[in-house]
């Protein structure tokens, strides 16, 4: 029967791979790539020879109706993207969609997601947390920043090397200086490195050695106190 496999792949290490996702790929009679010159460069590695087709966010939505018919022609797809989970920041969402809507099956097999061990490395709680991806650039900036000042569990975001003390800065306008944060670089990879400590201490840190690679940020949330129980206490209270 024919099925859309979601296939996470290594976010820096190959080892990561896991012996299910290689045999999906190689018996898939098509992979959607997010960048196929740099799954190419995974494929060779796993001796992948599988055909692959090129799907990013700039053209899935012209690309949906032909896989959704190929699917629907008996065909198994497998989608990758560069690095990590597809659909966790990266495109997956429109094409399970339409395929849950199709009644065609799906399949998402666990795997590497830079979030999760960004979290687990930060030692801030983890039993409550909140996924934010990448914030908007400009419009919606603010007002997302506004919304989560007031956030008590840990927050996590994507943030890109060049951006990164800049959204350092507006933690310490819209969080405090004192707000314990980690800031996880190179995941996975041979100079992976984690910086805790305040916001104000990572700040520093960032300004006299310039961020680079891939970065996951952790930000604990804001201190519960008595008025902050009360009010959420007022928000779970029904007439």
Do not use: W
Not at 36 to 63: A, P, Q, V, W
Not at 138 to 146: E, H, M, P
Not at 176 to 198: A, F, Q, W, Y
């Amino acid at each position: 029967m024919s099925k859309l496999y979601i296939v996470p792949t290594p976010i820096g290490n190959l080892e990561d791979m896991t012996f299910r996702a290689i045999r999906i790929l190689k018996e898939a009679d098509l992979i959607l790539a997010e960048d196929t010159r740099t799954s190419g460069k995974l494929l060779k590695h796993f001796e992948i020879s599988t055909h692959m087709h090129s799907h990013h966010m700039h053209n899935e939505h012209k690309t949906i109706e032909n896989i959704i018919s190929r699917l629907q022609g008996g065909e198994t797809i497998a989608l990758i993207s560069d690095a990590g989970t597809p659909a966790i920041s990266d495109p997956g969402f429109l094409i399970t969609r339409a395929c849950i809507e199709n009644g065609i099956a799906v399949e998402c097999l666990p795997g590497a997601t830079a979030f999760v061990p960004a979290l687990v490395n930060s030692g801030l709680p983890n039993d409550k947390f909140v996924f934010e991806g990448f914030l908007p650039d400009k419009k919606g900036r603010q007002t997302r920043y506004l919304a989560l000042a007031e956030e008590t569990r840990t927050m996590i975001l994507y943030v890109s090397p060049h951006k990164l003390v800049k959204t350092l800065s507006e933690f310490v306008t819209y969080f405090g200086e004192d707000r314990p944060v980690c800031v996880s670089r190179e995941l996975s990879k041979m100079h992976e490195e984690n910086v805790r400590g305040t916001v104000k201490e990572v700040l520093a840190h960032f300004e006299k050695t310039a961020p680079r690679g891939e970065i996951v940020v952790v930000l604990g949330g804001k201190p519960i106190t008595k008025e902050t129980k009360k009010s959420k206490f007022s928000e779970n209270t029904t007439d």
